[in-house]
């Protein structure tokens, strides 16, 4: 595993990131048919594509739960938007921010639940690990059903 920031990720990795603060068991699927690597979880025993940071069937639910404050900010090149994850509680507060809402609600509930830093599969961390000098992936799948 490795370890990258909270705050930065996003596609599969960040999916990675959420499915473990839901207490979800991701499963990675190897690139195929000119696909990137891919998070997926089992849901009523089935095995579906996980990407709540781009699909709002999966990601709507979470804002509903734990995202109460929303925002943007513009600095005159590109939107960021902004939103604020509580924990169970609702007494510890984190903010995200990131190209989309549902970019910045799954970062803001990574950052709550999981802190700073967040440990990745190799195969997702990408060119994170090659700028830390770091080895690639591993020709193996991660897990399976």
């Known amino acids: ?3 990258v920031q ?16 839901e ?4 499963i990675l699927l190897p690139p195929n ?3 990137p690597w891919r998070v997926a979880v089992v849901e009523a025993g089935r095995l579906i594509a996980w990407r709540p940071e781009r699909d709002w069937s999966q990601g709507g639910p979470l804002l509903d739960q734990w995202c109460k404050g929303f ?11 902004r939103a604020y994850a ?3 509680e609702y007494y510890f507060q984190r903010v995200g921010g990131g190209p989309s809402i549902l970019v910045a609600a799954c970062r ?11 440990e990745l599969p190799p195969e997702l961390a990408g060119e994170r690990a090659e ?8 020709d193996s799948v991660r897990s399976a059903i």
């Open 1 to 3: 595993m490795i370890r």
């Open 131 to 138: 700028a830390q000098g770091r080895q690639g992936a591993p």
């Open 108 to 118: 803001a509930r990574v950052l709550v639940v999981l802190g700073e830093t967040v």
């Open 23 to 26: 207490g979800r068991a991701p």
């Open 71 to 81: 925002g943007m900010a513009q600095d005159g090149t590109r939107q960021n938007f």
């Open 6 to 21: 909270s705050a930065t990720l996003d596609g599969a990795a960040l999916a990675w990131a959420v499915a473990i603060a």
């Open 33 to 35: 048919y000119g696909l």
């Open 86 to 88: 509580y924990d169970h």
